[in-house]
């Protein structure tokens, strides 16, 4: 079975300070990744997808993950911390393995970014 | 562009009514989905459509109907509402049924 963790709950960081988001997962396919970012009674909103192409994912507003297989890992970063990123963001692995070909998507608990000035 | 919208921004219902959300897609996407999002339980798939004609059910269908009539409607429709079923209620679209899929901004539901 497919499964998602994010290893922090809660991230805080100061404008202008590197992010790092954790993510590992676990899945018996060759797996596609994603990250969503939630604004405050927002929708979610793809931030960047992998689906077995570059291991280095470049996503919108600055983010990018990298796919480590031997890590299980698809940790996203962003180099420089603004205000406009604090959300929560998922990371979500799509299980190819579901009978009847729908896209289930496994959802990790989240992560709140909280960003100081 | 819409992209995907969704009526009613948020209701509150009393207990036993129905209800039906609605959502709306305009970027001919084959694939439909609708989550329901709680507090420490994240998002949860209730049904979902692979094509116009077709749906399915996810992990939490119970308590809910849906349909698919054409490419861009896929109504969620409570029967009887429950206390249970409050919570933030999102559709998403994709292109296909292994593509990535793009979300609506939600509909709170509180049922008393």
């Known amino acids: 079975a497919q499964s998602v963790t994010q290893l922090d709950s809660h991230v805080s960081v100061s404008e202008g300070t590197p992010v790092l988001l954790r993510c590992n997962y676990s899945?018996?396919?060759?797996?596609?990744l994603f990250w969503y970012v939630q604004h405050p009674n927002k929708g979610l909103q793809l931030l960047l997808k992998y689906t077995s192409a570059a291991t280095l994912v470049k996503g919108i507003n600055g983010f990018e993950a990298e796919f480590k297989k031997s890590e299980t890992s698809f940790h996203l970063t962003k180099p420089s911390a603004h205000m406009s990123d604090a959300a929560e963001y998922f990371c979500v692995v799509s299980d190819q393995s579901v009978a009847g070909g729908y896209n289930k998507l496994i959802f990790g608990a989240g992560t709140r970014l909280a960003v100081h000035p | 562009i819409a992209g995907i919208t969704q009526a009613p921004t948020s209701q509150i219902l009393a207990a036993g009514r129905r209800m039906t959300l609605r959502c709306t897609q305009d970027m001919r996407h084959n694939a439909m989905y609708w989550y329901r999002q709680d507090l420490g339980l994240g998002l949860r798939l209730i049904h979902y459509s692979n094509t116009a004609g077709t749906t399915g059910k996810g992990e939490v269908p119970d308590g809910y109907s849906v349909s698919r009539a054409n490419t861009d409607d896929f109504p969620l429709t409570l029967a009887s509402a429950v206390p249970s079923q409050t919570s933030v209620y999102f559709c998403a679209s994709s292109r296909d049924a292994r593509t990535e899929q793009f979300f609506g901004p939600g509909t709170r539901l509180t049922v008393l």
């Open positions: 899945s018996s396919y060759s797996p596609s």
